[in-house]
């Protein structure tokens, strides 16, 4: 069994302290050194490119070791248990396409300093977050790491399938992606809890209001057990669809277990309802985006209607539609055609692109 573990990846934001000409295309491979105050942050000529702000400096520093030690990267499945760092680092100069030039890497740990390495993330305040496509074969088969948090905590980490299915996925997902994946699936958890966002501290200011302009009853509405949803309104060329897919791909399993619960009119489809100008977008993201035939979906417009059957509809695990398509006036003139409304099913999920 394996002692070594990948702990996630960061990004940190690097201000350079001199105008220095960073136009690199492409990641340039750095390391880092523990200084007398401040983490040195080096490329291979062992130019510096800046430093850790105090902060990080202070907690990230002595997971390098003493003053001086460089970071160095994973060369075996196995970090010796005599080794002096408590980490080992993959870490890039990432500035194409960047505001500020940033410094990107994974993070390698032995099993039992896995819980000192991420409280000094923590106290440092730089996120790790899970590699949702990670490779074992790339770093000598050494495992991701996965949470310990109860599976039943709403906000426990994404069980290990998840880690394997998104390998399928051939683009890497953002920090603000993997942040967005991890939202969608709190928000789907079967013991998700909406208090839990109201009184989450980042809506500290929402209830402040409410406590103040709020007349209304205090007492608190009965829960119940319907559906909860999510908005997911990041900015146009963010990768919006990149990511609702690959929370389909996600889910995939838990879709076939809400068939099985009632196979006669369930269907474990997502299915997604958009304008008929993003319909060609949605099965192009799926080409450019994830290995051949990883995602199976069926488009129910037009002339594609006349070949499906309801099989089709409840064993795929995309259903795209436009909003035409389930409106009277879009069946009107094919009464002998299957439509959304005739079929009677229920999806897994529904998706509403561009909704107004």
């Known amino acids: 069994m394996s002692s070594t573990f990948c702990l996630g990846q960061f990004i940190i934001p690097v201000s350079l302290p001199s105008p220095v000409n960073l136009t690199y295309d492409l990641p340039q491979l750095v390391f880092l050194q523990q200084g007398h105050k401040l983490v040195h942050i080096y490329c291979e000529t062992r130019t510096q490119f800046g430093d850790l702000s105090e902060k990080q400096s202070q907690y990230l520093g002595p997971?390098?070791?003493?003053?001086?030690?460089?970071?160095?990267?994973?060369?075996?499945?196995?970090?010796?248990?005599?080794?002096?760092?408590?980490?080992?680092?993959?870490?890039?100069?990432?500035?194409?396409?960047?505001?500020?030039?940033?410094?990107?890497?994974?993070?390698?740990?032995?099993?039992?300093?896995?819980?000192?390495?991420?409280?000094?993330?923590?106290?440092?305040?730089?996120?790790?977050?899970?590699?949702?496509?990670?490779?074992?074969?790339?770093?000598?088969?050494?495992?991701?790491?996965?949470?310990?948090?109860?599976?039943?905590?709403p906000f426990a980490g994404p069980p290990p399938t998840l880690s394997a299915s998104l390998r399928q996925c051939r683009t890497n997902l953002k920090s603000h992606q993997l942040s967005a994946l991890s939202f969608l699936l709190r928000n789907e958890h079967p013991n998700n809890n909406t208090k839990d966002l109201w009184y989450h501290n980042d809506n500290a200011w929402l209830r402040h209001y409410f406590d103040e302009e709020s007349v209304s009853s205090k007492t608190e509405p009965p829960e119940d057990d319907r559906s909860q949803g999510s908005i997911l309104a990041d900015d146009m060329g963010l990768g919006k669809t990149l990511t609702?897919?690959?929370?389909?791909?996600?889910?995939?399993?838990?879709?076939?277990?809400?068939?099985?619960?009632?196979?006669?009119?369930?269907?474990?489809?997502?299915?997604?309802?958009?304008?008929?100008?993003?319909?060609?977008?949605?099965?192009?993201?799926?080409?450019?985006?994830?290995?051949?035939?990883?995602?199976?979906?069926?488009?129910?417009?037009?002339?594609?209607?006349?070949?499906?059957?309801?099989?089709?509809?409840?064993?795929?695990?995309?259903?795209?539609?436009t909003y035409e398509m389930i409106t009277t006036s879009g069946n009107k003139r094919h009464h002998h055609q299957l439509t959304i409304e005739s079929l009677d099913l229920f999806w897994f999920r529904v998706v509403l692109d561009e909704a107004q």
């Open 63 to 153: 997971l390098l070791g003493p003053v001086s030690s460089c970071s160095t990267p994973v060369t075996c499945s196995e970090i010796p248990p005599n080794e002096v760092a408590l980490v080992k680092l993959c870490a890039f100069l990432v500035t194409k396409n960047c505001i500020t030039p940033q410094l990107r890497g994974c993070v390698f740990s032995r099993s039992e300093k896995i819980p000192e390495v991420q409280s000094d993330f923590q106290a440092s305040e730089v996120e790790l977050t899970p590699i949702w496509n990670y490779n074992p074969d790339v770093f000598f088969k050494i495992p991701h790491f996965t949470s310990r948090i109860s599976p039943n905590s």
């Open 244 to 321: 609702t897919l690959a929370f389909i791909l996600a889910t995939c399993e838990e879709g076939r277990r809400f068939r099985k619960a009632g196979p006669e009119n369930r269907s474990s489809a997502t299915l997604v309802i958009c304008p008929l100008a993003t319909l060609s977008n949605w099965q192009n993201e799926i080409k450019l985006h994830f290995n051949n035939h990883v995602i199976t979906y069926k488009v129910f417009h037009g002339d594609d209607r006349k070949k499906m059957t309801k099989e089709d509809l409840q064993s795929s695990m995309m259903i795209l539609t």
